[in-house]
């Protein structure tokens, strides 16, 4: 999906990020969530940039998504100012045991509003 949306081909994306997250929050498999929430935060930046803000936001609560170098390389360093308004350095990690519901509860909110039209 990420490089379909590097392409341009933003419907198929969508598409692809659709599916998978549809799967992740199917199956409850946290890992999969957590790699595509970073690439969803970059598709939202054109289409909804408050979509796109609060998943960054919720990024920021986890070090391992706020604080890899990959998604740093491949998609924050890609995000204009304005979606990056905080600053994960002043943010606390939430623990897990709120994080996580957290980010399903953010998943659910992507699901919903890429099946409207």
């Given amino acids: 999906a990420?490089?379909?949306?590097?392409?341009?081909?933003?419907?198929?994306?969508k598409s692809i990020f659709q599916q998978a997250l549809q799967n992740s929050i199917?199956?409850?498999?946290?890992?999969?969530?957590?790699?595509?929430?970073?690439?969803?935060?970059?598709?939202?930046?054109?289409?909804?940039?408050?979509?796109?803000?609060?998943?960054?936001?919720?990024?920021q609560y986890s070090p391992f998504l706020a604080k890899a170098k990959f998604f740093d390389d491949t998609v924050f360093r890609h995000l204009p100012d304005e979606i990056k308004g905080i600053s994960n350095e002043n943010i606390n990690p939430l623990?897990?045991?709120?994080?996580?519901?957290?980010l399903w509860e953010t998943a659910s909110e992507i699901i919903l509003r890429m099946r409207s039209p």
């Fill in 95 to 102: 623990p897990s045991q709120e994080l996580i519901p957290q």
């Fill in 2 to 13: 990420a490089a379909v949306l590097q392409q341009g081909q933003r419907g198929k994306a």
């Fill in 26 to 59: 199917d199956m409850q498999c946290l890992i999969p969530l957590l790699h595509l929430l970073p690439f969803i935060c970059l598709y939202y930046v054109q289409e909804d940039p408050e979509m796109s803000r609060k998943i960054y936001t919720d990024i």
